[in-house]
């Protein structure tokens, strides 16, 4: 048997999406407690009782607020670590909200189970004080283990028989459900050790209490169903990084079925129709996740996607409203190589769209921008010849691109300007007609 055995966890292999901003702020808030706990040692011992959980003196406000307190750096350090593992896979799936809010009921439920076990099991432990984040760290283990099950946990470990003179260190990728089982026999062996009289340094009951709220929680919540479906996605992306790609195309398609709202899925699986050749299909889940994004108005991300498609097929486009919007937007931003390529695609691909005319005039104007002066000459006479009646097509004639722009501003002046009234209210005009730029549903 060993004599002496550390472990810790050091990450797992499910990815996040988002910056873990809830999971720090408890990390620098724990911090902001254990350094006044230090410096202010008065003043914690006059607020003792409101501050840290006493199962013979409960005070409401103790039992969340001693999260944020610890004994000693090491005990500060061993949770911390902890949250940050588990912490942002939850907090990215979940919300910010909801993860706060389970963190506190988890170690609100740790509590009340080490202050039964007290009370119960371990005569004279009531009267201790209990602090620290373990209830509430071990409530996010309880969620992880029904969120994100087929997760692996990297294990860092020291293993030192001084006697034996044996002693081993490493680390090892293991499952979840293995990792935990394991720290639940070890809490288990605490809590007996503590019933036959051993000494209460370590609120077991806290971490068997936080880890059966947070399975409960998520039971309740329904997060296994959305982990069954999320475990197609993750076998996806491992079956993709061993270039397994019809395999991770299969895994993919059951994914998006049972989460068609997911546009990271739609990606995922676009990559495996391109990489099968298999493009028109592609360019649907393409099109399909730029919808989405665009919905949440993550437009920089379109735009990425959009271009990473072209990459697999040149004449790739978007749907008309969106195609166009995202042409303006790439204008607006003065990505006007992008933009110009965006307008071409759209009035390429929908000849017959009504936005073609605003496609063919804004496009000559960037190829007029960059010194192409044919090719805006030629965008121009399509527009006049196939779109006489459009706003676009008396803007273009009133403001001819074949011209510089001072030039044209010194013939407008000797003119008595008026080419500057008519361009402005072909200008209204044109609006008009196609509204304000903005994509509606």
């Not at 840290?52 to 350090?77: E, K, M, Q, T």
């Not at 407008?412 to 196609?434: I, K, Y």
Request: net charge positive; glycine share 8%; aromatic share 10%.
């Amino acid at each position: 048997m060993f004599y002496f055995f550390y472990y810790f966890p050091l990450g797992f292999d499910v990815r996040t999406r988002r910056r873990a901003w809830a999971t720090w702020g408890l990390v620098a808030a724990s911090l902001l407690g254990f350094a006044l706990s230090r410096l202010c040692p008065a003043w914690m011992w006059e607020q003792y009782e409101l501050l840290v959980y006493v199962p013979d003196f409960p005070r409401p406000s103790a039992l969340l607020l001693n999260a944020y307190l610890h004994a000693d750096w090491l005990h500060w350090i061993s949770n911390m670590i902890s949250l940050v593992v588990f912490g942002p896979a939850l907090e990215d799936r979940l919300g910010a909200r909801r993860f706060l809010l389970l963190y506190h009921a988890c170690n609100v439920c740790g509590n009340l189970v080490q202050g039964a076990m007290a009370h119960g099991l371990l005569p004279g432990a009531s009267a201790y004080g209990i602090l620290g984040a373990s209830g509430a760290i071990s409530g996010l283990v309880g969620l992880f283990v029904v969120r994100l099950y087929f997760a692996r946990l990297r294990v860092a470990y020291w293993a030192f028989m001084p006697l034996q003179a044996y002693t081993r260190a490493g680390s090892r990728q293991i499952s979840v459900g293995a990792a935990v089982f394991l720290w639940l026999l070890m809490q288990l062996a605490v809590v007996l050790t503590q019933t036959q009289g051993g000494a209460v340094q370590v609120a077991a009951g806290s971490h068997l209490g936080g880890l059966a709220a947070g399975v409960g929680f998520a039971l309740m919540l329904g997060l296994r169903r959305q982990a069954m479906a999320e475990q197609h996605l993750h076998r996806g992306r491992s079956y993709l990084a061993r270039a397994q790609w019809y395999a991770a195309q299969g895994e993919l398609i059951t994914y998006v079925r049972r989460q068609p709202g997911d546009a990271e899925g739609r990606l995922e699986l676009a990559r495996t129709y391109r990489l099968t050749d298999d493009h028109d299909k592609a360019d649907e889940q393409y099109r399909a996740a730029c919808e989405q994004l665009a919905r949440g108005r993550r437009l920089d991300r379109v735009e990425r996607i959009m271009r990473e498609a072209e990459r697999g097929r040149p004449d790739f486009v978007l749907r008309p409203a969106l195609q166009l919007h995202v042409a303006q937007l790439l204008e607006r931003a003065l990505k006007l190589d992008a933009a110009e390529q965006a307008y071409t695609s759209y009035w390429r691909r929908y000849p017959k769209a009504s936005g073609v005319p605003r496609a063919l005039y804004r496009a000559a104007r960037l190829a007029q921008r960059r010194g192409a002066h044919e090719l805006a000459a030629e965008l121009l006479h399509r527009l006049r010849l196939q779109h006489p009646d459009a706003p676009e097509t008396e803007l273009a004639c009133v403001s001819p691109e074949a011209r510089p722009r001072r030039q044209r501003a010194a013939g407008a002046l000797l003119r008595g300007g008026p080419l500057h009234s008519r361009s402005v209210e072909a200008e209204l005009r044109m609006q008009r007609a196609h509204g304000d730029g903005r994509l509606r549903a």
